[in-house]
């Protein structure tokens, strides 16, 4: 049976300067370090080690792990402990049709519908993907790179799409940071990026969605690809199985 390790709490952020209550300061800090994979997956979660990270007691750390565990991103095992849970291809599947949905009308409407001022932003936000990319900061670039979809989905005007798209596709997040480190993905992304920047630019709403969708259809086969590069990663039960041989 394979060791798991436990997870380095020295690896959360401090809370102290977060807003928010003290619960939610504890969920975000736990969360981020999941989607990030400072915490693995298969990672055993201790919460005497978080809560002395965090300076807070262990009623917060229960609340979010609770949470975390109703997200899919923990799993609680009985008589065993919690684990950062391991990834789910089916899961994933299903967050990229549930995610591509979204940004495919997100980036019509905004081809549609956008202000200057919003053109403004996005132009920012390009040009700060850039350096980044000129620095080789991968996880600055990760959080440059979900401004940038999270902007559009802003521009939209409709206060929770955001959320959705972020609730729904999670574990497409936390699986895209194994690709970013990938020799030349996120000058790919850049690129895909600057396709969907320009179409928007130019209203053409069919362009957009063109731009779009190749950018994110370049997900699902290189993620497939990982479980069998590193399959130690994958919930293996929901893997096909291979005839021996």
């Known amino acids: 049976m394979t060791k798991h390790q436990d997870i380095d709490a020295q690896l959360l952020r401090d809370i102290g300067s977060e807003d928010g209550s003290l619960a939610q300061r504890v969920y975000q800090a736990i969360k981020q370090a999941i ?7 298969g990672a055993t979660l201790r919460k005497a080690p978080i809560c002395e990270r965090l300076g807070v007691s262990r009623a917060p750390v229960t ?3 609770a949470r975390l565990a109703t997200e899919g991103l923990v799993d609680v ?22 995610r591509e949905a979204l940004e495919l009308a997100t980036v019509a409407k905004v081809a549609r519908d956008l202000t200057d001022d919003q053109a403004k932003k996005l132009n920012r936000n390009m040009r700060l993907q ?5 620095d ?7 959080q440059a790179d979900e401004e940038f979809h999270a902007l559009l989905m802003e521009f939209t005007g409709f206060k929770r799409l955001s959320d959705v798209a972020q609730t ?3 574990q497409v997040s936390r699986a895209r940071m194994l690709l970013l480190p990938t020799p030349g993905r ?5 690129e895909e990026h600057r396709a969907i920047h320009a179409a928007i630019l130019d209203r053409n709403e069919q362009d957009a969605q063109t731009a779009m969708r190749r950018h994110l259809g370049q997900l699902m086969p290189r ?4 479980t069998q590069e590193q399959p130690h990663l994958f919930n293996i039960s929901t893997q096909p199985k291979r005839e021996a041989g």
Do not use: C, H, K, W
């Not at 989607?35 to 997956?41: E, N, Q, T, V, Y």
């Open 35 to 41: 989607l990030s994979l400072d915490f693995p997956p």
């Open 63 to 65: 609340e979010a792990i």
């Open 77 to 98: 095992v009985p008589q065993s402990g919690t684990r950062v849970s391991y990834f789910s291809m089916p899961e994933i599947r299903e967050g990229m049709f549930l």
């Open 130 to 134: 850039e350096l980044l990319i000129e």
């Open 136 to 142: 080789e900061d991968i996880p600055g670039f990760y």
């Open 168 to 170: 729904v596709s999670l």
């Open 186 to 190: 996120i000058a790919e992304t850049l």
């Open 223 to 226: 993620i497939e690809v990982l």
